[in-house]
């Protein structure tokens, strides 16, 4: 009898709210196992733990502070243990850099930590992290970088935010250059206006933002995490494995 095949492993940064939970949730469903991150909240990280794990797939949690990146050698420390002791493994197959936050502010007014703050979580933590997992990374894997479209389209108050995410765009395009020889796809998704707590939750709780946003979006509506975790974990799929170094966005059809 023939042994059976092993789920594949996905890492997931800011796995445990808003687009990284459903993420997970998503591919849990699709018969992959997940290792997660969240930064400090370890009850919310639990609860996704126990939602992966009822549909059927095992999962990690693993605190980290993408922002930081003094404290990656001790993440890839503990993911290589715990791909060791759970899986029996010394490679994950999937890398997603989701985690982030939202700074909203004018350019005149925007502070030189503001701009910091998002240079650490979304470019130098997205570059970083990768480089310090690439050891842990299966050859014929796949990385998804996540953008926005506020690298496409212009809103007033997201000058450096979206800086950053022109910065990520950029970057999964070297990434996927320089792996290839690994056989590592590397592609972006650029999620339009979500309702989500992000940001604050102004998309969700705002209800003329929201209307706005809608009125300006081809679909007609504003986006739902269910619409981003749906494209990230198609992705990822086998069947998808000639995508590479592409920006797809998710937004509707946001200002076309």
């Given at each position: 009898m023939n042994a059976p095949i092993p789920n594949p492993i996905a890492l997931i940064?800011?796995?445990?709210?808003?687009?990284?939970?459903?993420?997970?949730l998503k591919l849990a469903a699709r018969g992959v196992d997940v290792v997660f991150t969240y930064r400090s909240r370890a009850d919310e990280a639990k609860a996704v733990l126990a939602d992966i794990e009822?549909?059927?797939?095992?999962?990690?949690?693993?605190?980290?502070?993408?922002?930081?990146?003094?404290?990656?050698?001790?993440?890839?420390r503990a993911v290589?243990?715990?791909?060791?002791?759970?899986?029996?493994?010394?490679?994950?197959?999937?890398?997603?850099?989701?985690?982030?936050?939202?700074?909203?502010?004018?350019f005149t007014e925007t502070t030189?930590?503001?701009?910091?703050?998002?240079?650490?979580?979304?470019?130098?933590?997205?570059?970083?992290?990768?480089?310090?997992?690439?050891?842990?990374?299966?050859?014929?894997?796949?990385?998804?970088?996540?953008s926005s479209g506020l690298a496409r389209f212009a809103l007033p108050g997201h000058a450096a935010y979206a800086a950053m995410k022109g910065g990520v765009e950029v970057l999964t395009r070297y990434l996927a250059k320089e792996l290839g020889?690994?056989?590592?796809?590397?592609?972006?998704?650029?999620?339009?206006?979500?309702?989500?707590?992000?940001?604050?939750?102004?998309?969700?709780?705002?209800?003329?933002?929201?209307?706005?946003?809608?009125?300006?979006?081809a679909l007609g509506r504003v986006g739902q995490a269910d619409d981003i975790g749906d494209a990230i974990s198609t992705l990822l799929l086998p069947q998808n494995r000639w995508i590479n170094a592409q920006r797809i966005e998710v937004s509707g059809g946001m200002f076309l």
């Open positions: 940064t800011g796995g445990s709210r808003g687009l990284g939970r459903n993420t997970a009822r549909l059927g797939a095992r999962a990690v949690a693993l605190p980290l502070d993408v922002g930081d990146s003094r404290g990656f050698p001790a993440f890839v290589r243990e715990r791909l060791a002791s759970v899986w029996a493994r010394e490679r994950f197959d999937y890398l997603v850099n989701n985690a982030g936050i939202g700074i909203h502010a004018p030189e930590a503001q701009f910091d703050e998002l240079m650490n979580i979304h470019l130098k933590g997205s570059f970083f992290l990768t480089q310090a997992l690439l050891p842990l990374i299966a050859d014929g894997g796949r990385i998804v970088n996540l020889p690994r056989g590592i796809a590397v592609n972006v998704v650029a999620p339009g206006a979500i309702e989500t707590d992000f940001g604050g939750g102004a998309v969700r709780d705002n209800a003329g933002l929201n209307q706005f946003i809608a009125a300006q979006t």
